[in-house]
């Protein structure tokens, strides 16, 4: 079964979406970064979705949920890489994320995760 | 009520087509609906020239009383050009229409040179030529105001594309410089071109300017948020400036919450603060 990968970097977590997202392959990675999360303890996660191209109410409410779950294993979620028509479709689709951390880019998403884990863990 | 008699038109038509012109093109040139300022007589001519050929080919092909029919497809097609292009002239709807009508004295005059002895057929083909013309006319406006109908939406579709520009303030700072009313067709626009030239200049602030937005109402409000909310999820922040106090008033009146958005006054207060946000900052060189 596909499997999208979670690589770590340092104490953040990377999860990079290259292909399709369907319903089961979105729950596999919650499954997946939740189990990561804990075993490595990481505190942050970075999910890239500049390749993603089609999302529904389903993924968009998979993204949310894996923040919130981080954020209950306390580790901070940046989303990155959201393309314009993917945002539309998000916002017409009235979920707006709030609470999700949310970067241009890896690099600026990188950025803001450190800034984010710094200010938290003082 | 039309006797059974065969029209006698299509042969009449036939037969004087050359007077037949030359008597319309000469009640079009006498009508105060006339426009040589916006059409040249050899056009007119030539337009007059093919319609009545066109008209003649309908008529003998056996179809004197329906006009819709498949008998008057190519009349139609070029009545349906011609008041195209009189659209696009600017023509009044006035002096579209009288160019078919304009038909109608001479069939008529026609009708009763030819026929002045028998009172039955004059009445019948009067009564056919009225239906026909009658008919025409009515698809004239009908293609008019459909050629109207398509500049104007041709129209809002330019202004649409120019009223929407994305301008690049400062490096990572966007501003969209917002004029006239919002509907959901423009927001869509401004939406969608701000978060193209977001991921293009690569930009973490943009600035929607509402100076020119002449009234917010709740449906405007709704959009803007959209657009912030878009503006967010794409990672970039967004402030809102240029609100006049009377909007300021409508917006709290409405009840609408705008807590989640940067509010400035005026485009300056918020350049000022999307500096700070990408850490820049301007001083004034002493002197």
């Given amino acids: 079964m596909d499997r999208i990968p979670i690589l770590k970097m340092g104490d953040f977590l990377l999860v990079t979406i290259q292909v399709d997202m369907h319903d089961q392959l979105a729950l596999q990675l919650q499954e997946d970064l939740t189990a990561r999360i804990s075993t490595d303890s990481a505190t942050g996660v970075l999910i890239d979705i500049s390749s993603l191209d089609v999302v529904d109410s389903f993924i968009g409410r998979m993204i949310a949920n894996i923040s919130a779950m981080a954020r209950v294993l306390d580790a901070q979620t940046v989303v990155t890489g959201m393309r314009p028509a993917v945002a539309i479709t998000l916002v017409e689709l009235g979920m707006t994320l709030e609470g999700v951390l949310t970067a241009l880019n890896v690099e600026r998403g990188m950025a803001l995760l450190r800034q984010k884990v710094a200010a938290h863990g003082e | 009520m039309i006797s059974a008699t065969p029209s ?9 087509a050359k007077p037949l012109l030359a008597s319309w093109l000469a009640q079009q040139r006498a009508s105060p609906a006339a426009r040589f300022d916006l059409i040249s007589n050899t056009e007119l001519d030539d337009q007059s020239k093919r319609f009545l050929a066109g008209v003649e080919a309908a008529l003998n092909a056996g179809s004197y009383d329906d006009p819709s029919s498949d008998a008057w497809t190519d009349a139609r097609e070029l009545l349906r050009e011609i008041s195209r292009s009189r659209a696009i002239q600017g023509f009044s709807p006035n ?28 009445a019948d083909e009067t009564w056919r030529i009225s239906l026909i013309v009658d008919q025409l006319g009515l698809f004239t406006m009908e293609a008019f105001q459909q050629s109207r109908e398509e500049i104007i939406a041709r129209q809002q579709q330019e202004l649409l594309e120019l009223s929407t520009p994305v301008v690049r303030l400062w490096d990572r700072i966007l501003a969209l410089p917002l004029v ?36 917010v109402d709740t449906l405007v409000a709704q959009h803007l948020l959209k657009t912030v909310a878009a503006t967010r999820l794409m990672g970039a922040d967004c402030i809102i400036s240029g609100i006049r106090p009377q909007i300021a008033q409508t917006i709290v009146h409405l009840g ?9 006054a005026t485009l300056a207060d918020a350049f000022a603060v999307a500096l700070k946000m990408t850490g820049a900052s301007l001083t004034s060189r002493s002197t």
């Fill in chain 2, 8 to 16: 006698r038109l299509p042969e009449l038509v036939s037969r004087n």
């Fill in chain 2, 95 to 122: 002096e579209t229409a009288s160019f078919v009508f304009s038909l109608k004295q001479p069939l008529f005059d026609l009708v009763r040179r030819e026929l002045g002895a028998q009172p039955q057929q004059v």
């Fill in chain 2, 180 to 215: 006239g009313t919002l509907d959901s067709a423009r927001t869509q626009v401004v939406m969608e071109s701000l978060l193209e030239r977001i991921v293009e200049t690569g930009s973490e602030v943009a600035i929607i300017d509402i100076t020119g937005v002449p009234t």
């Fill in chain 2, 256 to 264: 609408v919450d705008l807590g989640a958005v940067i509010t400035k």
